[in-house]
């Protein structure tokens, strides 16, 4: 085909494709095929769109019950938001900053502040010294001592902070924030993926604390070019994100269809087909209780379902897929309370957990973190307490909502300090995840990159989502622009 852009709009219309998935990287994928004037549809097998994105209601309050913010790194988000014209409704954080319980010896402590992933640039400044002890601080002291020529790459973060600066500084103060952030320990987290360039820093500084404060230094640099918070949220709730790509797509075209579970995909010749049940209620002249099945044809499929569901549909057409990687099952219980004990955000804006101290992994108090929350609650107070980490089930997977409620209700009383009875419950929400494996695992970027090099070799077929891309929006939506991108680009000229 030619670069004339007539016939390219007429090639684009003639191209059908569909899209497997509703999560926020189906989405944009379709959306990018859609703005092209190709013939899109999405098919997503809950009753609403979004993914890890989702909305809840407590007692009229509409809130979060999945993704909360996203990261600004990259601009990739706030670039989307322009382009849907959400601009003004995005809002940053209280910068008050979170707390940490299950500290030996110390009932609860502010997080430090000067550190990175949990690593302090100082061991003896108070806020480290309260939460490691001096002798843990002394300890941390010694990688300052030590010769540069012991100073090497070392690929796991947890092993690189203990060798440096002792156990203390890994598992209490960087483990619970891998934890919270990646459901992982830090003995399994890639130092270069998690923190980039840290090792490098540990090298011109010397130690560990230096290179953190050198990378420190250098991020200060640029928040003075261009200021502004780590993360973002909308007011009212990030699924108006959803919503407004949801309805952007209408407006270009696309079918876009909940309820829709598909069972396999298959090549139609140069193209595919997609199969999937509607139930007997859908079908004309069906038998009571028969299943009725619907197939449909496309140029091109994007697969944007969780890693087990994507797998499914690719095994029969991807070689050398790989073992998949460990997905832990996370759940957030959401509590509105009515605890005039909270008022003074006694925790700040949320709490980590060393680990092995508490059920619970994390809990965020939203109506002291978002300033519109806090206005909608009226009064009231949210927290959202999550449970489940790699290789630990959610403690909540087994009981009914209820039980839930009430177990999330006495892990924020212990992790907020402050007595919270079962009276002052006024309504609860659970939210259940299975969490893609976070980019920052050691061999997960390996692993995913072998994925994608296979998915590329197959025509008309393009992945994406956080099983691929990492966890984060920051991380879905580029990738889910590039692969769309990736494929139109093979539809229309070929």
């Known amino acids: 085909m030619t670069e004339d852009p007539v016939d390219l709009a007429a090639g684009a219309a003639q191209r059908h494709v569909i899209v497997v998935g509703g999560g926020i990287g189906g989405l944009v994928a379709a959306r990018e095929c859609a703005k092209v004037g190709m013939n899109v549809t999405v098919l997503e097998a809950g009753t609403s769109l979004g993914g890890a994105i989702r909305r809840a209601e407590l007692d009229s309050i509409v809130v979060d019950a999945g993704a909360e913010s996203y990261a600004t790194r990259g601009g990739h988000v706030r670039e989307l938001l322009a382009e849907l014209g959400l601009t003004d409704r995005i809002v940053n954080p209280n910068p008050a900053g979170a707390w940490l319980v299950g500290i030996p010896g110390v009932a609860a402590a502010p997080l430090p502040k000067g550190g990175i992933l949990g690593i302090p640039s100082n061991p003896f400044a108070d806020d480290v010294r309260r939460i490691i002890g001096w002798g843990g601080a002394w300890r941390a002291y010694v990688d300052r001592l030590r010769p540069p020529l012991t100073i090497g790459k070392e690929r796991s973060l947890g092993r690189l902070v203990a060798k440096r600066m002792g156990d203390k ?35 011109r500084a010397g130690s560990l604390s230096g290179g953190v404060a050198q990378l420190l230094a250098e991020r200060a640099d640029r928040a003075k070019k261009a200021p502004g918070s780590a993360v973002e949220a909308l007011a009212g709730g990030m699924s108006a994100l959803v919503d407004a790509l949801a309805s952007d797509l209408v407006e270009l075209g696309a079918v876009v269809r909940t309820g829709v579970d598909v069972r396999s995909l298959a090549r139609a010749g140069a193209g595919w087909t997609v199969t999937f049940p509607l139930g007997a209620e859908a079908g004309e002249g069906a038998d009571a209780g028969e299943e ?40 957030i219980v959401s509590l509105l309370l009515d605890a005039p004990a909270l008022d003074a955000a006694p925790r700040g804006t949320g709490v980590l957990t060393v680990p092995g101290s508490h059920t619970a992994k994390a809990l965020t108090h939203a109506t002291s973190k978002w300033s519109w929350l806090r206005e909608a609650a009226g009064g009231r107070h949210i927290v959202r307490v999550s449970f489940g980490a790699q290789n630990e089930p959610a403690a909540t997977a087994v009981l009914d909502d209820d039980d839930a409620a009430r177990l999330a209700l006495r892990e924020a009383t212990e992790m907020l300090g402050v007595p919270l009875p079962e009276s002052a419950l006024v309504d609860s929400h659970r939210a ?23 998915v590329h070799k197959v025509e008309g077929l393009a992945v994406v989502g956080a099983w691929l891309a990492g966890t984060g929006l920051a991380q879905v939506i580029p990738d889910a622009k590039a692969e769309a991108d990736r494929l139109r680009r093979a539809l229309l000229w070929t």
């Open 169 to 203: 500084v890994r598992d209490r103060l960087v483990a619970p924030v891998t934890a919270g952030v990646y459901s992982a320990h830090p003995d399994d987290v890639d130092t270069e993926v998690a923190a980039p360039g840290l090792n490098e820093a540990l090298t």
């Open 432 to 454: 259940r995840f299975t969490q893609a494996q976070p980019a920052s695992l050691i061999g997960a970027a390996d692993r995913r990159r072998a994925v994608r090099e296979a």
């Open 292 to 331: 009725v099945i619907e197939t449909l044809t496309a140029d091109a499929v994007i697969v944007a379902t969780a890693e087990p569901g994507a797998r499914t549909l690719l095994e029969s057409h991807v070689d050398a897929l790989g073992a998949p990687g460990a997905a832990p099952e996370i759940e």
